[in-house]
DNA sequence: GATTTAAGCGAACAGATGTACGCTAATTTA
DNA sequence: TAAATTAGCGTACATCTGTTCGCTTAAATC
């Protein structure tokens, strides 16, 4: 039969896969990891591993591919959420909070490698969160119609504030996250507002740099 | 003469953690150096580590520490840029990307520490981090009479994005980190704008988490 | 059914790591 | 000046690491 042998290749390469996922924590960090470890874990030969992966970096940058996968699922369940009403900007953020409540170390992950020692891990979250702030953009500009550019400056604040709440929610308990997700709301609001306000300045003004 | 051993001990201490220091780039973080790395960059053999520091972690809270004073001298001179003349956000973000510039490989220590696999680290980096917004939120709150509590949500918001900018900067060329500057400017005007207007509209709603 | 392919394994190796221990030499104390 | 203290060093050891190599065994191909 065909595909037998291919089959049970993907499915270790999940086991890896999974197990490196799984050792992921508030204390141990991916570049932590060493080769050994995970293939412990995953219950195989140190060896074998590369069978199905050149090296660690090959790996880590798969389970990075991995959680911007889980992060546009979130996009679009939030995107549903909202349209079957509410306030956007409350329905986005108490979405995300879920989410990174659920899948901390996948969160944990794109967190820490946004600002890891491999360039081609930060350019991969990077292009993650872009798509991200992307959609955002989009959003925002056909609900304000303020202008693409403007509405990707407006989203690609919101998209840190929110990701920055999200990385300080990880060390919080489930009282001072919900704080949090206030406090998140409003800075949120404020840009919002602001858009508005600062968009007609910027158009009275001309696109000027002088200063004040 | 007495002083004499002990002037020598901080000598040396200090030259383990210029090593370290040395040692963080783009490609290393402190995580991955070894204590026996930094002793062979500091010239001093591994055992000799231990008459000044119990581990490496506590040679890492040394170096956030010192991180955390560059960053204070940081908001002394922002400061005083900012009362002889010229916008606040602009002389703010600039300084700080100046600080950023000049002092890559402690902002980097700082940027990754904050979402690091050590809690005395990442409460260590937020304590800095807080410092920081705490004395923004001040100025703010002392320019606008808007009240402490929303100024320091305001603050907050608006560090996350500079720091944010901050660490997008570090991969990027002189001209890319001129637009980067240009459009951080205009995010916190958006904020400094939309705190305005969200004020005066969170004051007559009251305090009600009503949707929408 | 015979031959080829390839996933998985165990043994083995060189290199690096943190740290214990005891020594030396210089400073400090008495 | 004699005794005590201590920064710095070299040796040593157990442990862990990534990776090579050749083998087995089962699936795929012919």
């Known amino acids: ?30 570049a932590s990891l060493s080769l ?3 293939t412990r874990e995953a219950g195989i030969a140190p060896t074998s591993f590369y ?6 970096e090959a790996l880590g940058l798969t389970l990075v591919d991995e959680s911007g996968l889980t992060l546009r699922q979130l996009m ?27 899948n901390e170390n996948v969160f944990r992950l794109l967190l820490r490698e946004r600002s890891g020692t491999s360039r081609d891990f930060r350019a991969a979250v990077a292009r993650e969160i872009a798509f991200f702030s992307l959609e955002l953009a989009d959003y925002i500009d056909s609900v304000t119609q303020r202008g693409h550019e403007f509405s990707r400056i407006q989203a690609d604040a919101m998209v ?14 489930t009282a001072q ?5 206030e406090k998140t709301i409003r800075q949120l609001r404020m840009l919002d507002a602001g ?18």
Do not use: C, P, W
């Open 76 to 102: 679009r369940q939030a995107r549903q959420r909202i349209e079957s009403g509410g306030s956007a900007i409350r329905t986005s953020v108490e979405t995300f909070m879920e989410f990174v409540s659920e």
């Open 160 to 173: 840190i504030l929110v990701f920055n709440a999200g990385a300080e929610a990880l060390d919080m308990s």
């Open 177 to 181: 996250r919900k704080k949090l997700v």
């Open 36 to 38: 050994r470890e995970v």
């Open 1 to 30: 039969m065909s595909g037998d042998r291919a089959r049970k290749k993907e499915q270790t390469r999940r086991v890896l896969i999974d197990a490196a996922f799984r050792q992921l924590s508030a204390e141990r960090s991916f």
């Open 195 to 212: 858009g508005a306000v600062y968009m007609k300045r910027f158009q009275n003004l001309g696109n000027s740099n002088s200063g004040e």
């Open 51 to 56: 069978r199905h992966f050149q090296n660690m």
